[in-house]
């Protein structure tokens, strides 16, 4: 995100394209997609928050899961209708569309505790400024032991430093915990863990970090645990641009 960028939504069939053209962007999808099949029991609900154009979503049904997929972007929307046509007449996915404020209210107030896991990958809660109201919603929807699977922004991603707004911002991150910038749909926020730890009180607990690239060949394992603090995970996570965060359902 250069200083002075196109504020042009990228979206529908342009979004799939741009999206799939980076290696490094294919190993992240992949590797959330891998870790969300390892957290989730065999033959979960999922709720895929922020589908985009439904990519994950047929992968997941694909492996048995059952899948609710919702996306405030209405060409992403009209793409994902298209692209999982069979699986929806299938009933194995179901799309909600409608505004984000709409989203909130139904579940809210719906409290169906049916959904095992809910992913949302390539960093959708990175575009919400309230996380709080929306981890609430996603308690109103898990069972008792749900839990949350999240890739974010990285705030401590080695590539940004090259730009302005970074070096700007970096002391609002260690002083609030935050920062935003402008994006083409909403202000794209970055957050330490401890913020987002903060935010997701007291519906969730943040379980689990994990780089979000897979391993490479030299590396013993993708998860690491209380990143903040600990020297010994920070040369490999600020290499990646997203980390994936696990969040625990607390109890009622």
């Known amino acids: 995100m250069r200083e002075g960028a196109s504020q042009e939504i990228i979206t529908g069939a342009q979004y799939v394209q741009q999206m799939t053209a980076l290696e490094s962007d294919r190993r ?24 985009g154009t439904g990519i994950d979503a047929r992968f997941y049904a694909a492996h048995g899961c059952r899948v609710t997929a919702y996306d405030v972007d209405t060409k992403m929307c009209e793409f994902f209708a298209e692209h999982c046509r069979d699986l929806i007449d299938a009933g194995s996915v179901t799309l909600e569309t409608g505004t ?13 505790h049916s959904i095992d896991l809910v992913t949302a990958n390539f960093a959708p809660l990175s ?6 109201e929306l981890f609430a919603t996603f308690h109103a929807l898990t069972r008792p032991d749900g839990k949350v699977l999240a890739s974010v922004l990285n705030p401590y991603f080695v590539g940004d ?26 202000p794209i926020v970055r957050r330490r863990l ?17 780089r979000g690239l897979p391993p490479n060949k ?21 290499t990646c641009r997203f980390l994936f965060l696990l969040f625990q359902r607390c109890s009622p």
């Open 161 to 186: 430093l090259r730009y302005g707004w970074w070096w700007r911002n970096a002391p609002r991150l260690w002083q609030s915990g935050h920062y935003s910038v402008p994006g083409a749909q909403a």
């Open 100 to 112: 984000y404020p709409d989203f909130l209210a139904r579940h809210r107030t719906s409290a169906s």
């Open 127 to 132: 575009l919400i400024s309230n996380l709080n």
């Open 28 to 51: 992240a999808r992949m590797a959330f997609l891998d870790l969300a099949l390892k957290v989730a029991p065999r033959g979960a609900t999922l709720l895929d928050f922020g589908a």
């Open 218 to 238: 030299r590396r013993r394992a993708n998860g690491i645990e209380d990143c903040e603090g600990h020297r010994s995970t920070w040369t490999g996570m600020i």
């Open 194 to 210: 401890a913020d987002c730890a903060a935010q997701s009180a007291p519906y969730f607990t943040l379980e689990r970090v994990f």
